[in-house]
């Protein structure tokens, strides 16, 4: 999961310790965006080898829903 945290940190311009599951995506310092949906896609495709669809990336609120998402997509 580190490798995961790092990247979204670098997505959000935060510190690696700022990303927990709790993080949320809306966060006023946070650019839940396009750009970061694509971001996190190639990211999550990278880490965990699972291709993540756009439109339920988008409807995530936190970082643990990400991990959710990735978690049912791991199964599939």
């Known amino acids: 999961m580190t490798k995961f945290y790092e990247g979204m940190a670098e997505i959000f ?4 310790a700022d990303i927990t599951p709790q993080f949320e995506l809306s966060n006023a310092s946070a650019d839940w965006d396009s750009l970061a949906i694509v971001s996190t896609i190639a990211l999550v495709d990278d880490c965990f080898n699972v291709t ?6 988008a409807a995530c609120t936190t970082i643990g829903d990400i991990e959710a998402l990735v978690a049912k997509a791991g199964k599939e």
């Open 13 to 16: 311009e935060v510190e690696p």
């Open 52 to 57: 993540l669809d756009g439109e339920a990336l």
